[in-house]
């Protein structure tokens, strides 16, 4: 069998999902290492979602008055630069994978889409048939957990592939403060 190709000769198309988090590099480090066989025969694809921007800015008012905070919405020119500011950082990210995968000998493909990262991920699977998503996990807070989820379930529930979660030893992270 030739490598990169599943039992039926189909190509196995593998995605890592990234973010700006040293957990996600070590997760695109980790499938670069230990998945050579699977992504032989094509190129990884690697996935960065832009966050869509919040529109409003909350003003505080003195202590004591009626009105503690009223939300302003934000001109269209300055929703646009911060849209191109998340697009510019994405893309820095983006290259920044691809080199690490070409300095590994591993030819990469890169994917990027604004909005809710968690949608956008299940949603590239699906379009881009992807048979396994590697994604990182990456510590969040008791209550984020709990009402939220982390990226791993989610993508586990909703993507249409199998679902890597890869962990960083507790021996290679930094202290943190997670809220």
Known sequence: MEKGRDAAGCVRKVMVAIDESEYSYHALIWALDNLKEVIAGSPLVIFAAQPTPDCFHTYGAQFGSTRMSSPVPATKSLISKVLDQKREFTLLLLEKARTICENRGVKAETITEAGEP???ICNAVEDHKIK?????????????????????????????????VVKKPESQRKEENII
């Open 118 to 120: 968690r949608e956008l």
């Open 132 to 164: 396994l998503l590697v994604v990182p996990n990456r510590p969040i807070g008791f209550l984020k957990r709990v009402f939220q989820g982390s990226l791993g379930d989610y993508c586990y529930k909703n993507a249409k592939c199998p679902v890597l």
